[in-house]
């Protein structure tokens, strides 16, 4: 389909949340395989009988571990495929599964203890500070903002500027942005792993960039080897 040759850049694998969000779903099992994200935001935040939201919460890789630390979680995402796929995984956890965009939260004032934005949220959309406001409206005074996103001084971007002429400046603003509003950093090197995923091999091949920056990781010993 020209729509899935038109989405395959590296850059825009994330297209595939709405339109396939199976195929999305297959990808992010592989990335983080050490689950460092998930470790460091558990070992930074208590999350015993807090109220958590999760926006973007897609197929559920961050909303079903939580569920387990947490009194409740409630997902939030504009793709009802991908939240029928995370109910499908999450059995009889607690977790409310809802329909929804950043721009108008169905919650009221002050509800939640914790807010978790995974690779989610651009501040520098047009509506991305009234998207922001939406976040601050529902947390409690005193909750935890976490906002999880590519560093734009980290290995991702130099492989964008090798292969793909990405300046990063976008990435910097945003950066920057967060550090203007206090937020506190964690920059951490997590791992992709696709090797045990013979399906995400066939959908992702032959697209130069990709096949270039696949040799570039298996010589780092680090994914898509074969």
């Known amino acids: ?24 779903e297959i990808l992010s099992q592989s990335e983080d395989i050490d689950n460092r994200i998930l470790k460091t935001i558990l070992s930074d935040i208590p999350f015993k009988d807090s109220i958590v939201l999760d926006l973007g919460a897609g197929t559920g890789r961050f909303s079903i571990p939580l569920s387990l630390k947490s009194k409740l979680v409630c997902s939030l995402d504009r793709s009802k495929r991908a939240l029928h796929i ?7 956890k607690e977790i409310n599964i809802l329909v929804g965009t950043f721009s108008n939260i169905p919650f009221p004032n002050e509800v939640f203890d914790i807010v978790i934005a995974a690779w989610a949220f651009d501040p520098s959309l047009p509506n991305g500070e009234s998207n922001f406001a939406e ?21 991702y971007f130099s492989i964008r500027r090798k292969f793909l002429g990405d300046s990063g400046e976008h990435e910097k603003r945003v950066d920057e942005w967060f550090t203007s509003r206090k937020f506190k ?3 951490m090197d997590v791992r992709v792993d696709l090797r045990s995923k013979s399906n995400i091999n066939r959908v992702l091949s032959g697209q130069p960039p990709l096949e ?13 080897s074969t």
Not at 135 to 155: A, C, Q, T
């Open 135 to 155: 976040m601050l409206r529902v947390i409690r005074k005193g909750g935890k903002i976490v906002v999880v996103g590519n560093y734009p001084g980290g290995e």
């Open 185 to 187: 950093r964690k920059v």
């Open 212 to 224: 270039m920056i696949k040799r570039y990781l298996a010589e780092r010993n680090r994914t898509w």
């Open 1 to 24: 389909m020209d729509r899935k040759k038109d989405i395959l850049e590296i850059g825009d694998l994330f297209a595939f949340y709405v339109d396939e969000p199976e195929v999305y």
């Open 86 to 92: 995370l109910k499908q995984k999450s059995g009889s």
